[in-house]
């Protein structure tokens, strides 16, 4: 199953590897690992409810799963809707894990969601400084950005812009929080 499921994610068949993860779950519902890897698929071909739904059935199974958490609190504070219930999931997943560095993104955006700047910056400067992140790195620029300190947005992405060249949205970040 593994290896069928990643060669057809990998072709670009993401709907086989949605059913053969569906299969997958028949066989061993409770491991939301699984749960997990399909809702990505959901994610990656936009289909949001299913993505919601695989990661509340996860949690129903193990309301302690940090990657669970963190998936769904994440995914409410870029959707801009259950705020407060993003923050206690994002709450939860923090103090079971608090030094991972994306749980720590994951809250800053959700303070700069709620237009909360000062504590973003706070979450987003913890988590650059565990790992240097390109996602980190255009959240922080766009709290600073935010908070009027042009000079210092400008000057994180001057320096760290050249580690990562694919990033679009990094590469154009100032341009378009100009405009």
Known sequence: YYRQKRFFNKAGKKQKSIMLYDQAIALQEKKVELY?????????LSLFEQYEANLKQALDIDGDDVEILNALGYFYAEQKRELAYAQQLLEKALLLAPNR????????????????????????????????DEEVLVHLIQTLWKMERFKEAKKLWVDYKDQFPQNEVLQSLIINLRQ
Request: hydrophobic content about 40%.
């Open 101 to 132: 560095y994306y749980i720590l993104d994951s809250r800053g955006w959700l303070a700069y969601q709620q237009g909360r700047y000062q504590e973003a910056e706070s979450y987003l400067r913890q988590a650059f400084k565990l790992q240097v």
């Open 36 to 44: 997990l890897m399909q809702a990505m698929l959901f994610y990656d």
